[in-house]
């Protein structure tokens, strides 16, 4: 894979990430421990010990540069408690009518991401699906703590619900969808309709999601270091949302600690984890949890693959990256039509 190689190399200049980041062993599928090889060669300082600007600039470069599939794009500007708040709507190339649509809510642990960064990921979901895509660009941590973000998130998806024509967009099938902190964003967004009464969700995907504001668990040990997404990493993002024990506790913040009764009546989920990744047994338990609570919901653990697989675009053609956004497509398809 070419392509692989030459992007790994640019990545590996981009990323500038210590030794920390990268090693993997026995299970890691075979592209996936050439990127975290190229990593482990890469040196330069832990991104948890990095300002917030450097540490975006070092998703921002390793992200650059991707093939982008076929999609219309344009942007929208909403009013939220009466500050300005900007939606991109991605649509399949060439489409007219009206479209369901999904909000997507991006990762990067609360501090790092936009949507260049997440672009091939939110137009890879748009293709296969059919839907509209609606980007909440949420403003980050440490800059707004929570709960700015998920505020915004669901006065956001509230808006599309209550204005979908001026989007072309039919807010009767309207869907939320994010990957790691994006994942914990969309169930809560989810969480927060149920309770409101409104906006009716048809689907919530959730991709590698944060869950939970817990450390200690077996894949939180078993991957803390040299898989890419690490516990100090981790225990960063937390740090720059919140650092409020109550706070952490809500279910705002950990949806996990929902009670079966807070999740009784949630839209369907498709969630999605990878073997390799920190979050793992999190986002695996709030599937458990929502099968438990009566709720219809598809659990699919991606083996050999790391934490954001499907987002990092040096992972793009990986079959794993392929199958999952497969799936994912597929569902906001069978959901939303």
């Not at 982008?68 to 489409?95: F, H, M, N, Q, Y």
């Not at 509230?158 to 204005?163: C, L, N, Q, R, S």
């Not at 992972?315 to 939303?336: E, M, R, S, Y």
Request: no cysteine; glycine share 10%.
């Amino acid at each position: 894979m070419n392509r692989f190689r030459k992007i790994v190399g640019l990545t590996v200049i981009a990323l500038g990430i210590n030794s920390a980041f990268a090693a993997g062993g026995p299970g890691v599928e075979q592209h996936t421990q050439g990127f975290l090889n190229a990593l482990a060669q890469g040196g330069g300082t832990p991104l948890e010990q990095l300002s917030p600007k450097d540490a975006r600039a070092v998703l921002t470069g390793a992200q650059a540069g991707a093939t982008l599939p076929a999609a219309d794009v344009s942007e929208k500007i909403i009013t939220i408690d009466g500050k300005p708040l900007k939606l991109v709507v991605v649509r399949p190339a060439g489409s007219k009518g009206v479209l369901p649509a999904f909000m997507f809510f991006h990762g990067g642990g609360w501090v790092l991401g936009d949507f260049p960064t997440h672009e091939r990921l939110i137009r890879d979901l748009v293709s296969r699906s059919g839907a509209a895509a609606v980007y909440v660009d949420y403003t980050p941590s440490p800059e707004a703590k929570y709960p700015t973000a998920i505020n915004q998130a669901y006065a956001a998806t509230k808006w599309v619900a209550e204005h979908g024509k001026e989007l072309n967009i039919d807010s009767s099938r309207l869907a939320v969808a994010g990957n790691s902190v994006g994942g914990n964003m969309a169930a809560v967004v989810a969480l927060k309709a149920k309770e409101a009464g409104t906006p009716k969700l048809k689907f919530q995907l959730l991709l590698w999601p944060v869950t939970d504001a817990n450390f200690e668990n077996t894949s939180y040990n078993q991957f803390a270091d040299g898989y890419f997404l690490t516990k100090n990493m981790m225990q960063w993002f937390w740090d720059n949302y919140t650092t409020n024990p109550a706070e952490r506790n809500e279910i705002y913040a950990s949806p996990l600690r929902a009670s079966i009764e807070q999740l009784k009546g949630l839209p369907p989920a498709l969630v999605q984890t990878a073997a390799l990744d920190v979050l793992r047994d999190e986002g695996e338990a709030y599937a458990n949890k929502l099968d438990a609570a009566g709720v219809t919901v598809t659990s699919v653990r991606y083996n050999g693959m790391i934490h954001d697989f499907g987002l990092l675009n040096v992972l793009a053609d990986v079959p794993g990256t392929q199958a999952a956004l497969d799936q994912a497509g597929q569902a906001l398809k069978k959901h939303l039509n």
